[in-house]
């Protein structure tokens, strides 16, 4: 196993700053875009690129919002609902929608599979794509982002945590470090 890495608040910002100006590039301005944080780990990162797009292209009609995937898991029986609960809070209708989900880490695929879910019971969107900030590798599913700030090779026995802070982003890191169990997320 590898030693523990990081990365800090430098790299991670420009990681996002990469990850709002490709989406900016693949939708022009007057597109209409949904982008959707997966909770918990999504939520600030879409946050953060919303703004970002917000004030590259005010023309720009973009909604943020919310989706909790815990009622669509399918480890649940393992890992219980979180009692830091975020529920599902989309503000315009998904049908015909452009969705841009995001989220924090891409894995295995099921976080994907699971909002996906979760969305589609919401109504039928023209088109979703992916954006993480960070791609660790070893899909268990066939996922890919559509957008990714920054790729790394972890191994399955080690975790990625990231951590944004809300209230000051200078305190943004990103963790990788030997697991505590063995998961198959």
């Known amino acids: 196993m590898a030693p ?11 990681a996002i700053e990469q990850l709002a100006a490709a989406i900016m590039e693949r939708h022009p301005s007057g597109t209409s875009l949904l982008l959707l944080g997966i909770a918990n780990g999504g939520i600030e990162l879409a946050r953060r690129v919303g703004e970002l797009i917000g004030t590259q292209r005010t023309k720009r009609e973009l909604v943020v919002g919310t989706v909790d995937i815990s009622f669509h898991r399918d480890d649940i029986g393992r890992n219980p609902i979180p009692k830091e609960l975020v529920p599902t809070h989309i503000p315009v209708d998904v049908h015909g929608a452009t969705v841009i989900l995001v989220d924090d880490v891409l894995f295995s695929g099921r976080t994907v599979k699971a909002a996906l879910d979760e969305i589609f019971d919401h109504g039928r969107p023209t088109k979703v794509e992916l954006a993480v900030l960070i791609d660790r590798g070893g899909r268990r599913l066939p996922f890919a982002a559509d957008y990714c700030g920054l790729s790394i090779d972890a191994d399955s026995t080690e975790k990625v945590v990231v951590r944004l802070d809300p209230e000051d982003p200078a305190n943004d890191a990103v963790l990788i470090r030997p697991a505590t169990r063995q998961t198959a997320l």
């Open 4 to 14: 523990s890495k990081s990365f800090g608040p430098d790299e991670i910002h420009a």
